[in-house]
């Protein structure tokens, strides 16, 4: 076995680990009562302490069948799916950038966007506790980040949470009630910190194009009109890692737009 996929298969292990811690922040961190360290993990219907082997990741789901192994009850696919899910990120991270501060680095961002999908889509919140430290990290990264600059990295926390508080202000004039959590703007404000302003055109354009064509179906669906509300930050999130991960086509693309559009 050579030395890269080593590396690739280690990354692949760890991040499906860290996707299990994941699922415990994603299920407590909602409840303010609850801590994300204690008590050890558990079924979360009968509240039954589970084995080691009961807890990993992704193949004690399929070895038991979807099932708690003491009441029998039903197990959430969220669980694999967010280890699973966390396991490919590192694995691409590692294969895009290497063993270096940048994997680290963008490690931590994907786990946090990760995280603040499930919870949105849950709670339809964005906890503070996640998105304000991120954007403080995403800055000091850009110091060590060759890819981001700390000017590039300040100019996207204060354009991205400019743009979409502007947004959310007018929307308010207009329509005299909120469109737009305060979630959102922070959220927005922490990627701009990780991967610069030139990510905000992507992830902006992106997320409002994916979240106006779920929301015109779950209007279809829901029949309630202009009442629909659905989370918006998974659509930041999810534009925010594509971006991450194809950064190099997506301006690729761009600038083969700019060139047929604007021919020298």
């Known amino acids: ?9 280690t990354a692949l292990f760890f991040g499906a680990i860290v996707g299990s811690f994941l699922n415990v922040v994603i299920l407590r961190l909602p409840n303010k009562e609850e801590s ?6 558990h079924c979360p219907q009968c509240h039954t302490d589970l084995h080691w082997y009961e807890n990993i990741p992704v193949l004690s789901y399929l070895a038991l069948r979807g099932k708690c192994h003491h009441c029998k009850k039903h197990i959430s696919l969220q669980y694999p799916v967010v280890e699973l899910c966390m396991a490919l990120l ?3 991270l590692v294969q895009q950038f290497g063993l270096s501060f940048e994997t680290a680095g963008y490690f931590i961002f994907s786990a946090a966007l990760l995280v603040i999908i499930w919870i949105d889509i849950h709670h339809q919140i964005i906890p503070d506790v996640i998105s304000l430290p991120g954007i403080v990290i995403g800055f000091l990264f850009s110091f060590i980040n060759p890819g981001v600059s700390w000017q590039s990295s300040l100019i996207g926390i204060l354009v991205g949470g400019g743009v979409l508080y502007s947004i959310a202000l007018l929307y308010f004039f207009w329509r ?57 930050g998974p659509f930041l999130s999810l534009a925010a890692l594509g971006y991450l991960l ?3 086509q997506i301006m690729g693309l761009y600038q083969l737009y700019l060139n047929y559009s604007f021919p020298s």
């Open 36 to 41: 994300i360290v204690f008590p050890a993990s």
């Open 176 to 232: 005299k009630v909120d469109g737009m959590g305060g979630g959102d703007i922070k959220l927005l404000a922490m990627i701009g910190a990780f991967l610069g302003w030139q990510s905000l055109p992507f992830v902006i354009f992106a997320s409002s194009l994916s979240g106006s064509i779920v929301g015109l179906l779950a209007m279809i669906k829901q029949k309630k009109g202009g009442q629909t509300r659905i989370p918006f």
């Open 90 to 92: 590192s694995t691409a």
């Open 246 to 248: 194809y950064q190099k």
């Open 1 to 9: 076995m050579d030395t890269n996929t080593l590396y690739l298969l």
